[in-house]
């Protein structure tokens, strides 16, 4: 669906990574909205615009999304937290994708967690790495009791379609 950014609004192009400002007045498409971002198509290409700024885009309501799951902690969190998170160009969470390599979980002195997780993306030249990494590690701190949250992107082993789940390739119609 067709909206108009109602104000100046900041935003990621796509696939390179670089922070742009997309004007007031510019009509978007908007191609896919997951993980609370919002993915538009103008006439100069494909842009992420981040969950803070969605409010720009005129008359468009951003399906309710749950957010941090409230009480104690578990790596189910974890991974419930990693589910929200999605490449912008392609409608399935990373984890699904395969992009998920390794999740490591340590208990702290003061009883709270540390997170550290290895990724990776479809293309070594993504410029949405940053970008993906960093969303990935800001829904992760966010759980109750994480401590410190890191994301590294990693590219041993280079990652392949046939990384993706089972429910990843049903959303692709891979099936």
């Given at each position: 669906m067709t909206y108009q950014l109602s104000r100046d609004c900041p935003a990621t192009a796509i696939p390179a990574g670089d922070a742009v400002t997309l004007a007031a007045g510019?009509?978007?498409?908007?191609?896919?909205?997951?993980?609370?971002?919002?993915?538009?198509?103008?006439?100069?290409?494909?842009?992420r615009i981040a969950s803070d700024q969605a409010s720009a885009l005129a008359g468009f309501s951003p399906a309710a999304e749950a957010g941090p799951a409230e009480g104690s902690f578990s790596e189910a969190a974890v991974w419930?937290?990693?589910?929200?998170?999605?490449?912008?160009?392609?409608?399935?969470?990373?984890?699904?994708?395969?992009?998920?390599?390794?999740?490591?979980?340590?208990?702290?002195?003061?009883?709270?967690h540390t997170i550290e997780v290895k990724m990776t993306l479809t293309a070594p030249g993504c410029g949405m790495g940053p970008v993906i990494a960093e969303d990935a590690r800001q829904k992760i701190a966010a759980l109750p009791t994480v401590e410190s949250a890191k994301v590294h992107v990693v590219w041993d082993p280079i990652w392949g379609p046939q990384m993706i789940s089972a429910e990843g390739r049903k959303v692709l119609g891979l099936e």
């Open positions: 510019t009509d978007v498409y908007v191609t896919q909205a997951l993980g609370g971002h919002v993915t538009v198509r103008t006439d100069r290409g494909l842009f419930a937290a990693l589910r929200t998170c999605f490449d912008p160009e392609i409608p399935v969470n990373i984890v699904d994708l395969g992009l998920v390599y390794d999740l490591a979980i340590e208990k702290t002195p003061a009883g709270g």
